[in-house]
Nanobody
């Protein structure tokens, strides 16, 4: 009933830029927080950046000043602009949304994930 679809991953050289997009669809009533997490091989999934419906943002220390999270509330879409990429940014990036949605006659809150997109930064 709710889907998050990511796009924009790929291979880039160190110092380059990429932009990720994630669109949420379904019977969505509202989205509180949207964000991006990443998981490198053998490591846990960690928060990269998040943004509330009001525009407040939160970043991991490792990406501050290089990454920018933004969202289009009308399109239920969150973006991650990644500049000055480093090899240590290599990971699978996952979109996440905390939202309210309808299913039948009921309203639910839930935490949803995208399928993940690979970012590889070569040195």
């Amino acid at each position: 009933q709710v889907q998050l679809v990511e796009s924009g991953g790929g291979l880039v050289q160190a110092g380059g830029s990429l932009r990720l997009s994630c669109a949420a669809s379904g019977r969505i009533l509202s989205i509180n927080v949207m964000g991006w997490y990443r998981q490198a091989p053998g490591k846990q999934r960690d928060l990269v950046a998040a943004i509330t419906s009001g525009g407040s943002t939160n970043y991991a220390d490792s990406v501050k000043g290089r990454f920018t999270v933004s969202r289009d509330n009308a399109k239920n879409t969150v973006y991650l602009q990644m500049n000055s990429l480093k090899p240590e940014d290599t990971a699978v990036y996952y979109c996440n949304a905390d939202l309210r949605y309808n299913s039948g006659t009921y309203t639910y809150t839930g935490d949803f994930w995208g399928q993940g997109t690979q970012i590889t930064v070569s040195s």
